[in-house]
Structures are given as structure tokens and as C-alpha cells.
């Protein structure tokens, strides 16, 4: 443990130490993944596929915080729609019109994660949504995950709309919005997925948020045995094919993210753990104090030589020991 507990420290003061250079490094390569989720998703314009675009694209964002970021990323998709049809960009943005006034104003620093649940889909780690966003986020970020599988399934429509204009004859003959509200709206594996999403992060934070021992710990284990039950359990309801492999593996990715997450966080001793009681005129209160894990530096101790110091070290050194003589031996 204590091992673990200094490479911890080690790795928190390096990033401490340097974090005016590493936070915008770490942002740059987290925007270079939006920008790279949307071209896969949304990617009908050459212009935002040039390597330089993206570059620059993700630089910007290493310098902005993180609503204007997901903005020039929102900016990217309806530019992608209305690549593919006017109709298809108008409806683009609309949506995210919706999403910022409804959401996004509110809680801003949720919206990193409208494009790392697409992400997490790219990467078929869809599983393992609910438990991340409810340790990183809490209950807030139940809106901007299904947001974010909604963005998902949008792309996957556009995509089959994109095939069909370029297939037929006359685009009029295709009837874009009754397709999109068919197959988005009304999808059933979307909203299964919202449903389970929503559960998951309310019991997960709930939990988390209780004032007993190792709460923390329980939250996780309990948080992905719930994601894979409820899985499970809203698959048959609504006659869906869930994978039970990929929900055990996703669910197994979650947890292992979150108790890194949480170790890094926060790594408290209940061994030490102390109630103290008091009161004042108005009020009784009791206070529960956990200490952290930590491994105490050993101090160091300078001693400070002078001159004088040295030149008694040094006679000592050269002085010649008494004679028998002289002692009266």
C-alpha cells in the first residue's frame, strides 16, 4: 500500500508541478479524439478530414475551455449535415439549439460529455458509460449521457440517409424527417439504452453519497452489478438482443476505471476513523473525520559547520595522545 500510495503522490506532484504545460496537452489530445469521433461519425466534408484542420481545431480547444470547445465540435456536425442535405443540417441544428438552451447553459462543465459517450460507442465500450460518468459526474450527468446516445444514433441515421440521396434519383423522394423520427425518435435500443443509463447513475451516486464505511467501494461493485442486471432485465422487457458478454466486459471496464479514478481521488484509513460530538448555544454537531492514506516524508536534518567549528575538529584530529609520563602513570 504505501508503495502504491507514493507512485500516486509521485505522479500528483509531477502533474501539479507542471500543470500549466500538461493540462493543455491533455486537452489538445482529448479534443484530437472529438474531432476524430466526428469525422467517423459525421465525416462527408474533406475539409474538417485534413489532417491540419484537425490540429488546429484541437489546439484552439487546448486554449478554451471546455463549453466553447464542445461548441466548435457542434459546429463541425451541423457543417457535416448540411453537407449531406439542407434539411439535414437544419435539423442538426435545431438539436443542438435545444441541447444548449435546455442544458448545456446550466451545466457547462457536463458537456465534455455529449462527445465521449459517441466515443465510448466507436470504441465498443458503450457498457461502461454509467458507472464512469456517475463517479466523475454525479446524477448531472444523466441528461448529457443520453444526449450523447442520442448524437450517436443521430450519426447512424444520417449515414443511411446519406446512401439513400446519393442512391436516388431525385432527393425529394426521400422523405428525411419521417426517417429521422422513425428510426431515431422511436428507437427502441436508444431509449432502452437512456432508461438503463439513468438508473445506473442515480443508484450509483446515491450510494456513493451515503455516510457509511467504504461507500465508495460499495457504490462501484453495486453500480456495476446494477448496469448489468438492468441490461439484462430492460433487454427482455422491451425484446431486445443484449450481448451478455459485452455488458460483463463493459461493466468490468467501468468499475476498473472508477477505482483508479477514485484511488488517485481519494484513499482514506477507516482504521483511524474519529466522531467528535460538540454543541454550541443553537445547535449539536457531529462531525466524522477519515484520515487520508498518506506516506510521511522523512525530515531532514542540516547541520551547519563553521569555521571554528572545523579548525576544533581538525586540532582534535592532530592532537597527540597524553604520555604515560605526563599522566603520573
Not at 500538461?22 to 484530437?32: L, Q, R, V, Y
Request: glycine share 6%; with cysteine; proline share 3%.
Amino acid at each position: 500500500m504505501a508503495g502504491l500510495i507514493q507512485v500516486r503522490d509521485a505522479i500528483r506532484n509531477f502533474l501539479r508541478r507542471f500543470d500549466e504545460i500538461i493540462t493543455p496537452i491533455f486537452c489538445f489530445i482529448a479534443a484530437w479524439f472529438m474531432f476524430w469521433s466526428i469525422n467517423k461519425l459525421y465525416g462527408y466534408s474533406e475539409l474538417f478530414e485534413r489532417g491540419i484542420v484537425v490540429f488546429l481545431l484541437s489546439v484552439i480547444c487546448a486554449l478554451v475551455s471546455a463549453p466553447v470547445a464542445v461548441l466548435l465540435g457542434s459546429i463541425v456536425i451541423i457543417f457535416n449535415c448540411f453537407f449531406v442535405a439542407k434539411s439535414i443540417g437544419i435539423i442538426a441544428l435545431l438539436v443542438f439549439i435545444v441541447i444548449y438552451c435546455m442544458y448545456m447553459r446550466m451545466f457547462p462543465n457536463c458537456a465534455w460529455i455529449l462527445f465521449f459517450v459517441p466515443v465510448m460507442y466507436i470504441f465498443k465500450m458503450t457498457y461502461a458509460i454509467p458507472l464512469i460518468v456517475a463517479i466523475f459526474v454525479g446524477a448531472s450527468g444523466m441528461v448529457p449521457a443520453a444526449i450523447g446516445v442520442f448524437l450517436y444514433k443521430f450519426a447512424l441515421a444520417v449515414h443511411d440517409l446519406n446512401g439513400m440521396l446519393v442512391a436516388a434519383v431525385k432527393k425529394d423522394d426521400v422523405d428525411v424527417y419521417s426517417y429521422l423520427i422513425d428510426n431515431v425518435l422511436k428507437d427502441k435500443e436508444m431509449i432502452m439504452t437512456g432508461i438503463v443509463f439513468a438508473i445506473v447513475i442515480l443508484l450509483t451516486f446515491f450510494i456513493y453519497k451515503l455516510p457509511f464505511d467504504y461507500s465508495w467501494y460499495v457504490a462501484i461493485g453495486a453500480g456495476g452489478l446494477i448496469n448489468i442486471l438492468a441490461f439484462m432485465i430492460v433487454g427482455v422487457i422491451m425484446d431486445m438482443e443484449v450481448s451478455f458478454g459485452a455488458v460483463i466486459f463493459g461493466s468490468f471496464i467501468g468499475i476498473l476505471v472508477t477505482v483508479i479514478v477514485q484511488v488517485c481521488k481519494r484513499l482514506v484509513d477507516y482504521s483511524r476513523k474519529e466522531v467528535v460530538q460538540f454543541e454550541d448555544d443553537d445547535y449539536y454537531y457531529y462531525v466524522k473525520a477519515i484520515p487520508k492514506y498518506g506516506v510521511s516524508e522523512k525530515k531532514k536534518t542540516v547541520k551547519k559547520i563553521t569555521g571554528q567549528d572545523m579548525e576544533a575538529k581538525m586540532k582534535a584530529r592532530t592532537a597527540k595522545p597524553a604520555s604515560p609520563e605526563n599522566t603520573g602513570v
